[in-house]
């Protein structure tokens, strides 16, 4: 019997399994709206059988979007086309969560899938090109004499608790959408973790200096995000274990930060790494599973493993040897979106392999695999 095909409960929330999509930023959105883009490239993880779909980095602010074309939550009308998203992943069983961040100095960047802003003067209005001024814990840029990061502007206190009630009305939104899990982004660079690491943060008041202080803002952030999200939901937060420079956020940083994460009431720290300039991270078949079981074991509570995990096998690996409790695909899923569907045909072990399919199709690729003697109907 798979442990990656069963479920897993969280607060009031039961994953049918434990494989779940990773947010993955389309930058297609205008104004922060979902779209017809959106619906169907999350539409066909629910199809395809994942535990969960966590929607893309959702800024809270229009300043806090990576770009012009990132989803966000900074009003009511941003609710309607999420909860469309929401109703269809949940009609397929399929629990529908959402990732919500500001980018701080990494705001206002290219498009990733353009690489550079090659927008023309005739095509910014038809994508709604826009360009803000950034902000961050210190006045440092992400990157020094770049084209695409400017100088933040460093945040005064004040500043810091409006972007603070941002996630709080963001967090209320995503239950108004209709939400099952809330991940809070700390990660990859991104504002909170600009906070946290001595990377981005040189700061000399009370949110600077001491891990303690570093912690501070994004602590209270996320558990502003706990308390404004309903006690039967979970709450997740992603952190990047490390950043892979000398004097950054190390693992042991990771423990204590995901230890106080646990006392408010986080549910789940999903593992990732990295988001620097000139971070050195090794990359290669499940690199960050080894974080994922570092901060598990350390902070005792539970993790997703995420990064190259590509095959069933490899998954099923992570959640029986310990290392996590979820695993979150990225773009292993974009190349398959029925990734699980297929890794119940491959794992075995289920009565009906294709009893998960939706409704319309399972029969249909049972009588196509029957015919040919594929998967299941394989002859010895
Ligand atoms: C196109 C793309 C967009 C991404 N956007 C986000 C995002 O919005 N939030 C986030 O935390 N990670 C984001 N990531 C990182 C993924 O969630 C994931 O952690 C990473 O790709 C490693 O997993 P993989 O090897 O399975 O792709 C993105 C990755 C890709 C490929």
């Not at 809070?184 to 906070?195: E, K």
């Not at 956020?249 to 204590?256: E, G, H, L, N, P």
Request: hydrophobic share 45%.
């Amino acid at each position: 019997m798979s442990l990656l095909l069963s479920p897993a409960t969280f607060r009031g929330l039961t994953l049918k399994n434990r494989i779940v999509l990773s947010p993955m930023c389309q930058y297609s959105a205008k104004g922060g709206l979902a779209n017809d883009h959106h619906f169907a490239h999350l539409a066909r993880f629910g199809l395809g059988g994942f535990g969960a779909v966590i929607v893309e980095a959702t800024a809270v602010t229009p300043e806090g979007r990576v770009s012009y074309a990132d989803l966000g939550l900074w009003s009511d009308d941003h609710i309607p086309p999420l909860a469309r998203i929401v109703d269809f992943l949940r009609s397929q069983g399929a629990a529908a969560g959402i990732q919500i961040g500001h980018a701080g100095r990494k705001a206002s960047s290219a498009v990733w899938w353009r690489g550079r802003f090659d927008e023309t003067e005739a095509e910014k209005p038809l994508v709604g090109f826009e360009d803000w001024p950034t902000v961050g814990p210190s006045a440092i840029p992400h990157a020094q004499n770049s084209a695409e990061y400017k100088v933040p502007h460093a945040l005064a206190p004040s500043e810091m608790d409006d972007i603070h009630a941002a996630f709080v009305a963001a967090t209320q939104r995503a239950d108004r959408a209709g939400f099952d899990l809330v991940e809070v982004h700390s990660a990859h660079g991104y504002l909170l973790h600009q906070f946290l690491s001595p990377i981005a943060n040189q700061r000399e008041d009370a949110f600077g200096g001491s891990l303690e202080n570093r912690m501070r803002f994004p602590l209270s952030v996320a558990k502003a995000v706990r308390d404004a999200w309903p006690a039967e939901k979970p709450m997740f937060a992603r952190i990047s274990a490390q950043d892979g420079i000398d004097g950054g956020w190390t693992v042991a940083d990771s423990i204590i930060y995901a230890r106080a994460l646990k006392d408010i009431g986080a549910d789940l720290i999903d593992c990732s790494s990295g988001g620097f300039e000139g971070g050195k991270i090794s990359v290669g078949p499940g690199y960050q599973v080894p974080l994922a079981q570092a901060v598990r074991e350390g902070a005792d509570l539970p993790t997703m493993a995420v990064g190259l995990i590509t095959t069933p096998a490899e998954a099923e690996a992570v959640v029986r040897g310990g290392a996590a409790d979820l695993v979150a695909l990225g773009r292993e899923a974009l190349d398959d979106p029925n990734w699980p569907l297929h890794a119940r045909l491959e794992l075995g072990g289920s009565a009906d392999p294709y009893a998960e399919w939706p409704r319309q199709a399972g029969f249909v690729v049972r009588h196509k695999d029957r015919a040919l003697n594929l998967r299941s109907f394989e002859k010895d």
